[in-house]
């Protein structure tokens, strides 16, 4: 029988089910069964290529094991060959450290007392002039005043002028020289001479010498020691 065609916009007829339910019980048990071995046969192979890894990782640990356990004397002899390393950074470090004390009282008193003289008035003459500096097992100690530091020591001097006014002026230019400060003058007047009636005024004083004088020459800034490149050797036939 041929089908009504849609174009009749006839109603649909109901659908009846005439398999009978046993029948359809089966067909559910059987897809039932289908797919519980599926999942069976799948969970199987899953074990089997899960046990197939670990052999694979098992067999390829113990053929690693037995190459380095192979290896260990020689590798071992290489270990023994670079010990002498332990002893050139050892020798390394206790150079820097020697460096370093060395450099940890290193003044250029040269130059300190040049720029002492350079300030010095030109109508004042020095006498004498006496340091008393640091060593490497400590700083030198402090002038003995509730606010003395410990620095780098003293630059005690002395000197005659005609007038008595200088003291004020010498004080401050002394301090203004990086690596001094602290500078005291006392001034006291000597006997004049009976011949010429002419009289002197003597300045003594001292100034101290601060952390700021060190000369840093022991100071490297190479971190490290350059990389020493090997010679290329080139044969005849590359020359020509």
């Known amino acids: 029988m041929n089908p009504v065609p849609a174009s009749v916009n006839a109603p649909h007829s109901a659908q009846v089910n005439l398999l009978p339910p046993e029948i359809e019980a089966k067909r559910t048990q059987g897809r039932a069964k289908v797919m519980i071995a599926v999942g069976l046969v799948l969970f199987v192979l899953m074990l089997g290529a899960a046990w197939f890894l670990a052999y694979s990782a098992r067999t390829s640990a113990e053929s690693d094991l037995a190459y380095e356990q192979e290896r260990r004397p020689e590798l071992v002899e290489t270990l023994a060959s670079y010990d ?6 050892d020798q390394k470090d206790n150079s820097v450290l020697a460096r370093q004390w060395a450099g940890s009282s290193d003044i250029i008193w040269g ?3 040049a720029a002492l003289l350079d300030v010095v008035p030109e109508d004042m003459s020095l ?8 060593t490497p097992y400590g700083p030198a100690g402090s002038d003995g005043t509730i606010f003395g530091l410990n ?3 003293t630059l005690n001097f002395t000197g005659q002028a005609a007038s008595p006014e200088l003291a004020a002026d010498l004080v401050e230019a002394i301090n203004a020289v990086p690596g001094y400060y602290d500078t005291w003058i006392e001034v006291n007047k000597l006997e004049s001479n009976e011949d010429t009636d002419t009289v002197y005024w003597e300045y003594a004083g001292a100034t101290r010498v601060s952390f700021t004088a060190l000369s840093d020459r022991t100071v490297t800034t190479q971190p490290t020691a350059p990389v020493r490149e090997e010679p290329v050797e080139t044969t005849e036939e590359e020359t020509n």
Do not use: L, N, P, S
């Open 84 to 89: 002498y390393v332990k002893v050139i950074e």
């Open 111 to 113: 130059d300190y007392t």
């Open 127 to 134: 006498t004498d002039v006496v340091m008393a500096q640091g």
């Open 151 to 153: 620095d780098m020591g």
